[in-house]
């Protein structure tokens, strides 16, 4: 092999590296990653998780209570309450409500127990430069 290998050999020599490399620039997914992996994430996640599966499960038992009454009972479903109103109209009424009270619920909850936690979260972040252009705007 000649000491002279160049372009015209097909070989090259790559510049030797400086003695202080610029530090490592992490992308979007290795923050994603390390966020997701902090002890500060799994809480706002672990928070999230424990107001929302016995919600999710008690919404759905109530639900299939109704189904299940509504197609097993239809004689007690069909009893009138008041007039024209039977109980499968009231159970059914009961399903909005239940609907919106889940909704203010979780909403207090997200307000009171993870926001914050979040925010916190996101900020620090944004503070590393995830999230900003080339212009340096968020």
């Keep these: ?4 290998d160049g372009p015209e050999s097909g070989f090259t020599v790559a510049a030797p590296r400086a003695a202080e490399e610029e530090p490592h620039a992490y992308t979007a997914a290795d923050i994603y990653l390390e966020v997701q992996r902090s002890a500060a994430f799994q809480e706002v996640r672990a928070r999230y998780r424990r107001f929302v599966v016995p919600a999710t499960a008690a919404f759905l038992a ?5 189904v ?3 197609t097993l009972a239809p004689a007690a479903m069909a009893r009138p309450v008041a007039g024209p109103v ?6 059914g009424l009961a399903q909005f409500l239940t609907t919106f009270l889940l909704t203010w619920a979780y909403t207090r ?3 009171r127990n993870r926001d ?8 620090t972040v944004l503070d590393r430069g995830v999230g900003r252009d080339r212009g340096g705007q968020a």
Excluded: P
Excluded at 86 to 91: D, E, G, K, Q, R
Excluded at 116 to 123: P, Q
């Design 1 to 4: 092999m000649d000491e002279q």
């Design 68 to 70: 299940l009454a509504a």
């Design 86 to 91: 039977n109980v499968a109209m009231l159970a």
């Design 116 to 123: 914050r936690a979040a925010l916190d979260l996101r900020w």
């Design 62 to 66: 109530w639900y299939l209570a109704y």
């Design 109 to 111: 909850h997200a307000r």
